[in-house]
């Protein structure tokens, strides 16, 4: 016998469960069935491609069995089962390190969010909820020595060597007062129905049933012990459409994705002829906590003919697509198939191009026909949608049609197809301003002039977008143009504009001789309003705020140099640009002040200050 600790997560995660979700405490049962049927499906598996296994006598089943006497209640499948090694992994740690971010991360407030929680699925250690006392009994297929998990769920538990008759897990629960009520055939059933009636292996629950005599009142009833199935045990996937009502596919859901919530959308497809395949897709209604984690767990599962494949396989669908959850059945591939030949395999590549059209023309309809609904989805998945218009090239018009962007002319978000609607006849140009602050963007001396001339610019506050919205270059025809970028406002310009800043070549050139190597040009402007000054970037170089992101992420290069455009029409210009004295003073704040617009920290603020205090006095 070994005793062991928790690990800090699991620990973590115990006390959470056991103090925050306790309105939700009958998933538990959901749970561990879905445990034992992922078992049985990979079981399955092994016997129909593992010649070690395929002589092996599979009875795939999951039995349920309580006692109000004793308050237990076990949870038994004739799955793979665990040996010492997969007891400790899967009980007593946490592999995900999205997961351990996550719940190292969560503060105060939001311990109590069970929806939050259940982001992640609780799992195993559900059981917690209902039980002061937990006995795991398993032999894994194939080998001969059975062991015990046993535990309170307060911090340690102990593992020894058992004996059982048949390979798979039987899970005792040790019912506390919470989960005393599960000790009857209508609660056991009425849950099984509700959350497991999908699980495509059967489940049997064992009961006494009470038998009165009609002719002998006064004789003593007899109790018979029965087993029944209770659940249907079809595959939701392969039912037809009309068959499955909307409460069925949002408990699919919540069992694969081990969700509390409801799904946002989801998504039902069966294919025939050439290429015959199903799939069940679903968009949750929140971002799952480990989207933008490296390690995070894909949510696709993949079968074949119905036989449980892999749910670890980030090819399935692209990465700007990983939060959607659901499951692809196809009937033409082999059921050998290894990662490796999945990658390259026509069939599963052509299903993916399908899916993942599928999956688009959904959200573009959900766009279209309810845009609660569509809301809901941009404030979630607007960030990974556009990283599809950088990766997925075949289907960036699909895409481009769906992200959305902030705006100086409406409030929430818009469409590309909407600015377009927007546009004056005479705008050539679609206009964005990048940066990682929406306040600071909003204030940008640069929107001035676009203003002026009555033309919409789009706020890129995602940090991606200095990356993702060039790639684009245009929509339906019309140039995407940073407005941080030189090049943007030649439109904008009149003659007379044109005439002042030629005219103050003389001044531009000093600052440009006082600042040297600090800037890449000095420009004179006529249009930043009441702004002395503004930094924009060379159009082929990264602007300021994205060579600061680059540099703290460890990527070095050549240090991109900003362009000053400095605004003639300014009165602090005017004053002093023939202040010989302080002509120097004077080019190195207007430099400053600048990238202090842009949200950048100064080299030397010190010298700053000292430059602003000598100009006052």
């Known amino acids: 016998m070994s005793n062991h600790k928790f690990k800090t997560e699991v620990s973590q995660l115990l006390n959470l469960i056991i103090h925050s979700l306790y309105s939700h405490k009958e998933i538990f049962l959901r749970e561990l069935i879905s445990n034992s049927s992922d078992a049985l499906d990979k079981l399955k598996f092994l016997t129909l491609t593992d010649d070690n296994f395929k002589s ?3 009875d795939p089943r999951i039995d349920i069995k309580f006692s109000e006497e004793n308050k237990t209640l076990e949870i038994i499948d004739t799955g793979i089962g665990m040996d010492e090694e997969d007891l400790n992994k899967n009980l007593g740690t946490i592999a995900n390190s999205g997961t351990k971010n996550f719940l190292k991360n969560l503060d105060e407030n939001n311990k109590k969010d069970s929806n939050l929680i259940g982001q992640f699925g609780v799992g195993f250690y559900s059981c917690f909820m209902v039980a002061d006392k937990v006995e795991v009994i398993s032999r894994k297929a194939g080998t001969e020595q059975a062991f015990k998990w046993t535990s309170d769920g307060k911090g340690e538990y102990k593992i020894e060597n058992a004996e059982t008759e048949k390979d798979g897990t039987r899970i005792i629960l040790h019912l506390n007062e919470n989960g005393s009520e599960y000790t009857s055939k209508w609660s056991i059933e009425s849950l099984i129905k509700k959350y497991s009636d999908h699980i495509a292996f059967p489940i049997f629950l064992e009961f006494e049933d009470t038998k009165y005599d009609d002719k002998d009142e006064d004789k003593e009833p007899t109790k018979e012990t029965k087993i029944e199935q209770v659940n249907s045990a079809a595959a ?22 081990h969700d509390f919530d409801e799904p946002l959308h989801y998504m039902h497809t069966k294919a025939e002829g050439s290429l015959e395949y199903s799939t069940l897709f679903f968009i949750p209604k929140k971002a799952p906590f480990d989207m933008y984690q490296a390690d995070y767990k894909p949510g696709v599962k993949l079968y074949v003919k119905r036989v449980f494949i892999t749910d670890d396989n980030k ?23 290894s990662r490796e030949i999945l990658q390259q395999n026509r069939v599963m590549a052509s299903i993916k191009n399908k899916a993942v059209k599928k999956i688009l023309s ?15 989805f941009v404030e979630n998945y607007n960030r990974p949608m556009k990283e599809g218009l950088y990766s997925d090239y075949s289907n960036k018009d699909a895409i481009l049609e769906i992200v959305r962007f902030k705006s100086t002319m409406v409030d929430g978000y818009t469409s590309l197809a909407e600015y377009k609607e927007r546009m004056l006849e005479d705008q050539k140009n679609i206009y964005y301003i990048t940066g990682s602050d929406e306040n600071l963007l909003r204030k ?14 789009l706020i890129a506050d995602d940090d991606i977008d200095e990356i993702i919205i060039p790639s684009i270059f245009n929509y339906k025809e019309i140039p995407l143009k940073a407005i941080n970028k030189s090049g943007a406002d030649d439109e904008l310009k009149s003659d007379d504009d044109k005439k002042a800043e030629k005219d103050a070549t003389p001044v531009i050139d000093k600052i440009k001789e006082v600042l040297g190597d600090k800037v890449k040009d000095v420009k004179a402007d006529t249009g930043l309003g009441d702004s002395p000054s503004a ?10 705020q994205m060579a600061h992101i ?12 900003p362009i000053l455009k400095v605004n003639i029409k300014h009165p602090l210009l005017e004053k002093y640009s023939t202040d010989s004295e302080n002509f120097e003073d004077l080019a190195n704040i207007l430099l400053d002040q600048a990238l202090m617009r842009e949200g950048l920290a100064l080299k030397d603020p010190a010298n700053f200050i000292d430059r602003i205090n000598k100009l006052i006095v």
């Open 535 to 544: 930094v924009i970037a060379d159009e082929n170089d990264p602007s300021a």
């Open 550 to 561: 680059l540099k703290a992420m460890g990527q070095s290069g050549p240090e991109a140099k």
């Open 315 to 337: 090819e399935l669908l692209p990465p700007y697509l990983r939060f959607v959850r659901g499951i692809i059945d196809s009937e033409d591939l082999p059921l050998n198939v």
């Open 56 to 58: 092996y006598k599979f």
């Open 236 to 257: 939701l996937w392969k039912r037809a459409k009309t068959e499955i009502s909307d409460e069925e596919y949002k408990e699919f859901y919540k069992t694969i994705s």
């Open 444 to 457: 940008s001396p640069l929107l001035k002039a676009y203003k002026e001339k009555g033309y919409e610019v």
């Open 362 to 376: 959904e959200i573009k309809e959900l766009a279209d026909k309810d845009a609660e609904k569509f809301k809901e």
